[in-house]
């Protein structure tokens, strides 16, 4: 499992799922006897050449699958090394619109929808509430961009109005940076 400094609830949460699937609390699951374990590395949150690096790394451990990162950037350093060698690869958050389509990444397995199906979900709950006015806030990484992006073609293409459009920083650990100048904004719009 590749996760970030600092994402020790997940590390706990993926252990408690793994205990859980071992005792057998979990009837849907049967592994026939097996055990699973999971070995965890620091990766750098947006690195694709650390992800690289640490899937290599986890790898040599003979594991079966990764886990992670939790971002598209760094999605494409793990699955280099993981499309190589043929190894599953899950990655919780990634949402690049490119990861799908690639011939080069047939072991991936992504969990959360592209950018651009979220950004038509954005649209369909504010076209349901006969909202024709928008102000939009996001994230000044890679998924936030091309959200935004595709939302602002189809507010276009409806003749939706952006009011306001808003990107917020993470920091390196992947943390939310303070949001209230850009909140200010959107509210003076």
């Not at 071992?22 to 947006?46: P, T, W």
Request: glycine fraction near 4%; hydrophobic fraction near 40%.
């Amino acid at each position: 499992v590749l996760l970030p400094v600092g994402y020790s609830r997940i590390e706990r949460a993926v252990q408690l799922a793994i205990d859980m699937i071992n005792a057998n609390e979990l009837n849907q699951v049967n592994l026939n006897g097996s055990k699973l374990s999971a070995s965890f590395h620091v990766s750098d949150l947006y690195s694709p050449y650390d992800n690289f690096q640490k899937a290599c790394k986890a790898m040599k451990e003979q594991v079966v699958a990764i886990i992670g990162p939790m971002l598209s950037g760094a999605t494409f350093g793990a699955q280099i090394a993981c499309s190589k060698l043929h190894m599953p690869h899950i990655t919780p958050s990634a949402s690049d619109i490119s990861l799908p389509y690639s011939p080069n990444y047939n072991y991936l397995l992504r969990i959360s929808p592209i950018s651009e199906i979220e950004s038509y979900a954005i649209a369909a709950f504010a076209e349901y509430y006969g909202w024709n006015k928008l102000a939009i806030l996001a994230s000044n990484t890679n998924f936030g961009i091309n959200t935004l992006s595709k939302l602002r073609e189809i507010a276009s293409n409806k003749s939706w109005k952006i009011l306001a459009f808003e990107l917020f920083n993470i920091d390196e650990d992947g943390k939310l940076l303070s949001i209230e100048r850009n909140l200010q904004k959107i509210k003076s719009s």
